[in-house]
């Protein structure tokens, strides 16, 4: 079974931390991707651009309707994500309990 991680934080978080504060989530990302390959359960993943850069289209009575921005206004944005394919959703949680998104974020 495929499960999709959606990576949910504070973008302002990202941009107020120093550089090697900045510098640490990456590594940690990167041991997590790491973990993830060498496992065999990854199937896609990455980052997304900021939520400014967004496109939201909306259908209602037959129009589309093009906005600017994200879906909703909220504090936390979908920063990234990950499709894994494993077993059960118990495993698909115990993966996600080690993704760094997790401290800081939800997934």
Do not use: K
Request: glycine share 12%; aromatic share 8%.
């Amino acid at each position: 079974m495929q499960y999709l991680l959606l990576l949910h934080g504070d973008e302002a978080v990202w941009t107020e931390m120093s550089e090697d504060d900045r510098r640490q989530a990456i590594q940690s990302y990167m041991a997590y991707n790491g973990e993830l390959a060498s496992s065999g359960v990854l199937r896609a993943g990455g980052e997304l651009a900021a939520s400014h850069t967004a496109t939201t289209l909306r259908g209602q009575a037959g129009q589309v309707r093009l906005t600017d921005g994200p879906f909703a206004e909220t504090r936390e944005q979908i920063g990234g994500f990950y499709v894994i394919e494993v077993e059960s959703l118990d495993e698909a949680l115990s993966w996600a309990r080690r993704c760094p998104a997790l401290w800081g974020g939800s997934i």
